[in-house]
């Protein structure tokens, strides 16, 4: 049971231009979202987050959207650059369950110069 | 500040023999540490929450007599796969909570590509 899906395992984008990414979630009780930026045989390094009380947060090139009525968040990078290249992983925790991140498959953007 | 370490951050291993994974907190006191395995090209999947001083808290379907985890202090966890086998190859990753942190803030280790022939 994927609680947390992202359903583009890939993305290619030209360099200035928009990344979005996408994420979809199933469980309600989920209330608070993040996203991570992770390299190959490297961990996860955490990028923003965002609360279910808000719709946006925005932190620099990177902007969060949460759309929770439609169970979905999307990461923006505006202009995206070529060392943005990487997977992202989008999670989710339930505040009830102590912090447990609940991970989706990520999706793998490819910034081209 | 909050930096995680993993080590070793590769093994090989012969089949039926253990392992023992160290994760790190280097610069603060981690109440609690999350063990995580990816698979390629997959997600990271949630092994086991342990509290130091407690007993590890295993997701369903995380045998933990094959995994064991000790979390004896502070900045120390560790994760032992027992009697290893090819199947249990995977790149295992571990957070860490700092002490007195937001509960949903976690930092993560390097990781470790455990790989069993």
């Known amino acids: 049971d994927q609680q947390v899906k992202q359903n583009s395992p890939s993305l290619s984008v030209q360099e ?6 996408n994420c979809d979630y199933t469980n309600s009780m989920f209330d608070y979202f993040l ?4 390299y190959p045989a490297e961990g996860p390094t955490f990028l923003i987050s965002i609360s279910s009380i808000k719709d946006k947060n925005e932190d620099g090139r990177f902007t969060v959207f ?3 009525s439609a169970k ?4 923006h990078i505006v202009p995206s650059q070529p060392g943005d290249s990487a997977v992202y992983f989008c999670a989710a925790t339930p505040s009830y369950q102590g912090g447990k991140l609940i991970f989706g498959q990520g999706t793998e953007l490819s910034v081209k110069p | 500040g909050a930096v995680v370490s993993q080590h070793p951050s590769w093994v090989i291993c012969k089949s039926g023999t253990s392992v023992k994974i160290e994760c790190r907190s280097l610069d603060f006191q981690a109440t609690t540490m999350f063990w995580y395995r990816q698979f390629p090209k997959q997600s990271l999947m949630l092994m086991a929450t342990s509290n130091e001083g407690s007993k590890a808290t295993y997701e369903q ?10 979390h004896a202090s502070l900045t120390l966890s560790t994760l032992t796969v027992t ?5 249990d ?3 295992y990753i571990c957070s860490a909570r700092r002490a007195g942190g937001l509960y949903n803030e976690q930092f993560f280790g390097p990781g470790t590509r455990l790989t069993v022939l």
């Open chain 1, 66 to 68: 949460l759309n929770k």
């Open chain 2, 89 to 91: 190859s995977s790149f």
């Open chain 1, 35 to 38: 996203w991570y930026k992770k």
């Open chain 1, 72 to 75: 979905h968040l999307s990461l």
């Open chain 2, 61 to 70: 379907g995380v045998e933990k007599d094959k995994f064991l985890i000790n």
């Open chain 1, 16 to 21: 200035g231009r928009i990344s979005i990414l």
């Open chain 2, 83 to 87: 009697s290893a086998h090819p199947e």
